[in-house]
């Protein structure tokens, strides 16, 4: 399937079915070579980012926000070829999403704090000398600015 599509179907989907498609997206292209972990922590990034409300009121927004992450810095027509890698990112993504949704001081944490990640074998962010958090296979996981979540 076409990254296109996907992103057309997330806008016809209510939510919170949109945002599972748009994280699991994400995880897909961001990640699928990498660890379980690293799935994870990316996720994790994305999270952090859709709590702090500085890139959108919904993961697709946060995910496709203009130079962020890969939905926006592949071509639309990338297609999204590895069936076992996106179940693998579906799963990911829904776990993720059940994790977040605990109180605070529940969730496990891979990356606490990190609010970007960047694989070095392809860019070099302009916030590359930011605190790194972790390491994660191709990943280093910063903290680039402190996040907290939006009030309600």
Not at 47 to 72: E, H, I, N, Y
């Amino acid at each position: 399937m076409k990254l296109a599509w996907i992103l057309w179907l997330s806008q016809m989907l209510p939510q919170p079915a949109a945002d599972s498609l748009c994280l699991s997206t994400t995880v897909y292209l961001e990640a699928r070579d990498q660890t379980l972990q690293g799935q994870q922590a990316v996720a994790e990034v994305a999270l952090r980012r859709l709590d702090s409300g500085l890139w959108g009121d919904s993961m697709c927004k946060v995910v496709t926000a203009r130079k962020q992450f890969a939905p926006t810095l592949v071509a639309p027509g990338t297609q999204l070829r590895n069936d076992d890698a996106w179940a693998e990112a579906v799963d990911v993504a829904f776990a993720a999403e059940r994790n977040w949704a605990l109180p605070n001081g529940q969730r496990k944490e891979i990356v606490p704090g990190a609010s970007h990640f960047a694989a070095h074998a392809i860019a070099s962010p302009s916030w590359r000398n930011a605190y790194q958090v972790a390491t994660i296979g191709g990943h280093t996981f910063y903290k680039v600015q402190t996040l907290k979540p939006r009030a309600s």
